[in-house]
């Protein structure tokens, strides 16, 4: 079956502006996970949506925000960049990451979007 | 505080064990901890986790300290498509670090 879907896959961006990523998860999968990688900071966690809910959020100013439709799709949303906001985006998806109770579903990882804010 | 550490990079040669660790000393009790890699320009993808007890799969080993402080992905025969960062990750607590960028020497 496809795997997780990013779109677009490179983005470059002026600071100020705004940028929109999509993300399609695997068929069947209801949970879908965003983070942030730089090379200083390594992988960071966003946000992760379950059922069109904010499950869990990272710490990461306002200026990020998501939501994810009925169909599990999800967008992140990125508002006034800063130079700072260059990473790579990921995706993950699972069947349900559930927290706190010691149950896991594996992460299936996007490609990620390369996001440049010059 | 670190949720987990790591060292920043290993080298192993071609077809030898290869153990890399992850110290995680503020691991809760449900905390699974689990390993992922990322090959260049790829997303990271999973390998294996493990709660308590030693875990196997085909991909590699986990090993996992009494206390839970602490655990080690052994890769028994290192191959050159082994060569990717390694993160161990405690996602409940939503940390994964910057991971053991492992160095595969033929």
């Known amino acids: 079956k496809a795997g997780v879907t990013q779109t677009p896959r490179y983005l470059i961006k002026t600071r100020g502006q705004q940028v929109t990523l999509s993300c399609s998860p695997i068929?069947?999968?209801?949970?879908v996970s965003w983070y942030q990688q730089t090379p200083g900071q390594g992988l960071q966690f966003l946000f992760e949506?379950?059922?069109?809910?904010?499950?869990n959020k990272g710490n990461f100013p306002g200026r990020f925000s998501g939501r994810q439709f009925s169909n599990s799709r999800s967008e992140m949303n990125v508002s006034t960049l800063e130079l700072g906001d260059s990473a790579l985006y990921l995706c993950?998806?699972?069947?349900?990451?559930?927290?706190?109770?010691?149950?896991?579903?594996?992460?299936?990882f996007g490609p990620g979007t390369r996001l440049t804010v010059l | 505080d670190a949720k987990t550490t790591q060292p920043n990079s290993m080298e192993s040669n071609e077809e030898e064990p290869v153990h890399l660790p992850c110290n995680h000393s503020?691991?809760?009790?449900?905390?699974?901890i689990h390993w992922y890699r990322q090959l260049p320009s790829q997303g990271p993808e999973y390998v294996i986790h493990?709660?308590?007890s030693n875990v196997n799969n085909r991909m590699a080993s986990l090993a996992i300290a009494e206390d839970r402080k602490s655990s080690t992905l052994i890769l028994h025969r290192a191959t050159l498509r082994d060569a990717a960062v390694y993160y161990c990750?405690?996602?409940?607590?939503?940390?994964f670090g910057t991971g053991t960028s492992l160095t595969v020497i033929p």
């Open positions: 993950a998806s699972s069947l349900d990451r559930t927290s706190g109770r010691g149950s896991y579903n594996e992460q299936f």
């Open positions: 068929s069947g999968h209801r949970s």
């Open positions: 949506y379950f059922s069109e809910t904010q499950r």
């Open positions: 503020t691991i809760s009790g449900t905390d699974y």
């Open positions: 493990g709660l308590t």
């Open positions: 990750i405690l996602f409940n607590q939503f940390y």
